[in-house]
Each structure stands twice: as C-alpha cells, then as structure tokens.
C-alpha cells in the first residue's frame, strides 16, 4: 500500500476534497460515487459520507493509498 501525507492549514478537511486534493479522484462527483459505493475506509472503516470531516491524524484509504491527514 502506497501512503501519503496531505498538510492542511485549517481544522478540518472533508473527506471528498482530500480524495480531490490527493489526486487519487479527478473530480467530485467521482469521489462522490466511490465513497457512496463504499469504496473508502476512513480510519479503517467504510464510509458513505462524502462530507465526514477529517483531522489532523485521520486516515483514508482508497485504491491501494493511504492518505494521513497532518
């Protein structure tokens, strides 16, 4: 599994804008559609909702990534 670490600047980031911003999705309908197909794990667990707000020590899993919010 490839990891990766994404810097914010502010509280929180949602997690379709870091599947955005990673670049592991083109665009928000298409991290829209895989986290509603249950395609991502947040912390380890699936979740279906593309607005969950991710901190500072969040994980997210997604196609072989894991992306850790710093």
Do not use: P
């Not at 994404?6 to 949602?14: A, L, N, P, V, Y």
């Not at 309908?29 to 500072?56: D, F, H, T």
Request: one cysteine or more.
């Amino acid at each position: 599994m490839k990891a990766e670490k994404i810097k914010i600047d502010s509280e929180f980031i949602r997690l379709q804008d870091l599947l955005k911003l990673s670049g592991l999705c083109a665009t928000g309908g298409m991290a829209k559609i895989v986290i509603q197909n249950g395609e991502v794990l947040v912390n380890g667990e699936v979740c279906l909702m593309r607005g969950k707000k991710l901190r500072q020590g969040d994980t997210a899993q997604y196609d072989g990534y894991l992306i850790e919010v710093e």
